[in-house]
């Protein structure tokens, strides 16, 4: 099984991936930490791409960001299961803004150690305000026809939470990993 848990900055990614990744007993990779090096700079494009290109080689993992766009679309192809987590806006800009007040006192769930979190915030809050641009009604239905090839996933709540890690958790120990 091949999960790859994505969407906008401040949606429960890494929570929801961590809860996976437990659930099933399946190897955790979080992009943020293999995209950006400690103190918040990134890692040159070729060897990102070539660490990640690893991580999909796995036969099971659960991949928790974004990277590129050409890492993302290979995520996409290579997943079996794609989880796009898409709350309410003001969910996003609450929960981008919980963070950055919690970050003196809890690291954030998949940040690489240093992280500039006044920078990282204001950048968050940029690409939800163009997040329009990208993550469309359009292409929500492009995920959702890419069943039944693929289990797709639209997180919006916790009921939608729960549905998820049940299902994945019943999969995992039909398929003998937990």
Do not use: C
């Not at 293999?34 to 890692?43: A, D, K, L, S, T």
């Not at 796995?58 to 989880?83: K, N, R």
Request: aromatic fraction near 10%; glycine fraction near 8%.
């Amino acid at each position: 099984m091949r999960v790859a848990v994505f969407g906008k900055p401040g949606g429960g990614k890494s929570t929801i991936s961590g809860k996976i990744a437990a659930e099933t007993g399946m190897s955790l990779h979080r992009l943020d930490l293999i995209q950006f090096m400690p103190g918040g700079g990134r890692v040159p494009d070729d060897v990102f791409a070539r660490l990640h290109a690893e991580i999909l080689a796995q036969p099971h993992w659960v991949v928790d960001g974004f990277g590129t766009l050409t890492t993302f679309q290979a995520m996409i192809e290579a997943a079996d299961v794609l989880v796009y987590v898409e709350r309410a806006a003001w969910v996003h800009y609450w929960w981008v803004t919980k963070r950055l007040l919690k970050s003196p006192f809890v690291k954030p769930l998949g940040w690489p150690e240093g992280s500039p979190m006044l920078r990282s915030t204001l950048s968050s809050y940029r690409f939800l305000r163009l997040s329009p641009r990208f993550w469309t009604r359009e292409r929500t239905a492009q995920l959702l026809a890419m069943r039944p090839g693929k289990q797709v996933f639209v997180i919006r709540g916790r009921h939608d939470e729960r549905a998820l890690l049940n299902e994945l958790k019943s999969q995992a120990a039909r398929i003998g990993m937990r």
